[in-house]
């Protein structure tokens, strides 16, 4: 079974920076896809920023590309989320999410293995 544990989530200043850690653990971390997702309270789970674990090939977001990087470590099976020049708007709970195949990483359905969640503040 596999897990997913998220950190680094906390409240940041508009303009400022956070790191989100994603270590997942449970299997092999091979020809599978994950990706970032955020909610905010009434609306529906949004895509953030994906990868395959192999290969790395990214998807961004149009609202976050340019400021967020989403990037891995194959040694640490650890995905992460940079979120630089933050804004209001990118304040939601974010969520790390397992795909054990190759798949579109925009559609939350494709998932089948989510964290918990961190919440992210971003203050004006």
């Known amino acids: 079974q596999v897990q997913l544990v998220e950190s680094g989530g906390g409240l940041v200043q508009a303009g400022g920076s956070l790191r989100l850690s994603c270590a997942a653990s449970g299997r092999t971390l091979r020809r599978v896809t994950m990706g970032w997702f955020r909610q905010v309270p009434g609306n529906d789970r949004e895509f953030v920023a994906g990868?395959?674990?192999?290969?790395?090939?990214?998807w961004y977001a149009d609202s976050v590309k340019g400021r967020f990087t989403i990037s891995a470590d194959n040694a640490k099976n650890t995905l992460y989320l940079q979120m630089n020049s933050l804004k209001p708007e990118d304040t939601a709970v974010y969520y790390c999410?397992?795909?054990?195949?190759?798949?579109?990483?925009?559609?939350?359905?494709?998932?089948?293995?989510w964290g918990q969640g961190t919440q992210v503040t971003v203050s004006s």
């Open positions: 999410a397992l795909s054990p195949k190759y798949t579109s990483p925009v559609r939350a359905d494709e998932y089948n293995y």
């Open positions: 990868r395959t674990w192999i290969g790395g090939s990214l």
